[in-house]
């Protein structure tokens, strides 16, 4: 059953969209041996909540295959959603190519929403077509939860690509006022340095009952 977001949860998530660009990769950690991995993978199922986050954390910034086939693995036995999502985010730790084909799984058809937001969350850093032609579809998918579409169209600033650009402008259009103002969001800051370029749109879009708040805030920060 799709669930929807409330008011306060919406104005939180538009208010993170803009400091995702500044965010970067995690940076290296420490390769962990093969006994090393198992001995974490052991903790995943430990009864203190704190070590199994900690282990699946140290896992995901190993970034070896070993690493993530325990957290995979992990992530199809564990049940809660809080959990899982948390595996997500280790798993988004250190994206490759393999990574990334697990992270767009998990967008594309994962049982939890929560998961889901957490992998298009983690596929903004993976700078690979594929997870940019994820994004794009979970952020159009009319059917998916509000807070993953939203959360894609945050990623997607990242994939600075006319296909990205087009999205952006053709979801000004949407019939809800929540996607209309993401659009908005994710347009100057995606694609707000070329202001020629964006600012008719966010002029298009200042009398928007949803949206012109935001358009003309945007505008003013363009200057002229």
């Known amino acids: 059953m799709r669930k929807t977001i409330t008011a306060s949860a919406f104005l939180a998530l538009l208010l993170s969209a803009a400091p995702l660009r500044a965010q970067s990769s995690p940076a290296a950690a420490p390769a962990l041996s093969a006994a090393q991995v198992r001995e974490r993978a052991a903790l995943l199922r430990d009864k203190d909540l704190e070590v199994r986050l900690r282990a699946a954390s140290e896992l995901g910034r190993a970034g070896t295959a070993a690493a993530r086939r325990a957290l995979v693995a992990e992530l199809g036995r564990e049940k809660s959603p809080y959990i899982r999502a948390r595996i997500v985010d280790a798993l988004g730790e250190r994206p490759d190519k393999d990574g990334t084909a697990e992270l767009v799984k998990i967008a594309r058809g994962d049982k939890d929403a929560d998961a889901r937001q957490a992998a298009v969350k983690a596929l903004a850093f993976s700078a690979d077509p594929a997870a940019a032609a994820e994004l794009l579809a979970r952020f159009a998918d009319a059917d998916e939860e509000m807070g993953v579409r939203l959360r894609a169209a945050d990623s997607l600033t990242r994939y600075q690509t006319d296909a990205v650009f087009a999205a952006f402008t053709a979801a000004l259009d949407d019939a809800d006022g929540r996607i209309r103002t993401q659009a908005v969001v994710s347009l100057y800051n995606g694609f707000g340095y070329d202001r020629p370029r964006v600012r008719p749109y966010l002029e298009r879009m200042a009398d928007d009952p949803s ?14």
């Open 211 to 224: 949206a012109g708040g935001t358009a003309k805030l945007y505008l003013e920060r363009l200057g002229r």
